[in-house]
T-cell receptor
Framework: EPEVTQTPSHQVTQMGQEVILRCVPI?????FYWYRQILGQKVEFLVS????????KSEIFDDQFSVERPDGSNFTLKIRSTKLEDSAMYFC???????????????FGPGTRLLVL | KQEVTQIPAALSVPEGENLVLNCSFT??????LQWFRQDPGKGLTSLLL?????REQTSGRLNASLDKSSGRSTLYIAASQPGDSATYLC??????????FGQGTILTVHP
C-alpha cells in the first residue's frame, strides 16, 4: 500500500541553525500538508500546498518557514533559523484528488522529531 | 477560530466492550471530518472520513457519525480489543484541506 515517507526520523540542531525536513508524498496525490505536534499538545496545521503554491497557512507559519516541491516527488519544509520552541514532531501529509470528491483522506507520514538545543 | 473538543480525554475499558468517543466542533460550516488513531511516538493513521453531506461511515468494527447541526461526531468501536489501544483524534476539515484537531482520547483496552 502506498505511504508517505519522511526523512530524517530524528534531527537535533542548535538554535539559530537552518533545518530542512523532507517528505515523499503518495505518488499520485495533489495536495500536500505540514503539521506539527509539540509534545503533549494537539496536532497543529502549518501549511497546505497545491499546484506549486501555498493554498493556506497558519499563524505559526511565519517568515522563518518555507515549503518547496523541488521535483516531482519530494516536498520539503525549511526552518531558516530554528528556535527552542520549534522543537516538535513534524508530520507531512498528502491527499488525492480535487476537493469535492471522495478521495480527500489525508495520509500522514511517520513524522520527523526535531529537537532544538 | 475553529475549536475541536474531544471527550473523554481518557478511557479504560475491558476487552469486548462497545465504546463511543465524542468530538465536538464550533463551526457548522464543516467540509469533512476525519478520525485517526495515533500510537505512541508514531504518525496518524486514517480510520474514517465523513463528508459534510454524509451522516455516517463504517469500516469493520468502526462506525463514525456526523451531526452538523449540533456540531458533533462520534466514533463507535464495537467489541474492543487490546490492539485498539491508542490515542484517537478527530480532525475538522475545510475545503482547502486544513484539518483542525482535537486533543484526542487516550483509549486503553485491557485483556
Amino acid at each position: 500500500e502506498p505511504e508517505v515517507t519522511q526523512t530524517p526520523s530524528h534531527q537535533v540542531t542548535q538554535m539559530g541553525q537552518e533545518v530542512i525536513l523532507r517528505c515523499v508524498p503518495i505518488s499520485n496525490h495533489l495536495y500536500f500538508y505540514w503539521y506539527r505536534q509539540i509534545l503533549g499538545q494537539k496536532v497543529e496545521f502549518l501549511v497546505s500546498f497545491y499546484n506549486n503554491e501555498i493554498s493556506e497557512k497558519s499563524e505559526i507559519f511565519d517568515d522563518q518557514f518555507s515549503v518547496e516541491r523541488p521535483d516531482g516527488s519530494n516536498f520539503t519544509l525549511k526552518i531558516r533559523s530554528t528556535k527552542l520552541e520549534d522543537s516538535a514532531m513534524y508530520f507531512c501529509a498528502s491527499s488525492g484528488v480535487v476537493p469535492g470528491t471522495r478521495e480527500e483522506t489525508q495520509y500522514f507520514g511517520p513524522g520527523t522529531r526535531l529537537l532544538v538545543l | 477560530k475553529q475549536e475541536v473538543t474531544q471527550i473523554p480525554a481518557a478511557l479504560s475499558v475491558p476487552e469486548g466492550e462497545n465504546l463511543v468517543l465524542n468530538c465536538s466542533f464550533t463551526d457548522s460550516a464543516i467540509y469533512n471530518l476525519q478520525w485517526f488513531r495515533q500510537d505512541p511516538g508514531k504518525g496518524l493513521t486514517s480510520l474514517l472520513l465523513i463528508q459534510s453531506s454524509q451522516r455516517e461511515q463504517t469500516s469493520g468494527r468502526l462506525n463514525a457519525s456526523l451531526d452538523k447541526s449540533s456540531g458533533r461526531s462520534t466514533l463507535y468501536i464495537a467489541a474492543s480489543q487490546p490492539g485498539d489501544s491508542a490515542t484517537y483524534l478527530c480532525g475538522y476539515g475545510t475545503s482547502y484541506g486544513k484539518l483542525t484537531f482535537g486533543q484526542g482520547t487516550i483509549l486503553t483496552v485491557h485483556p
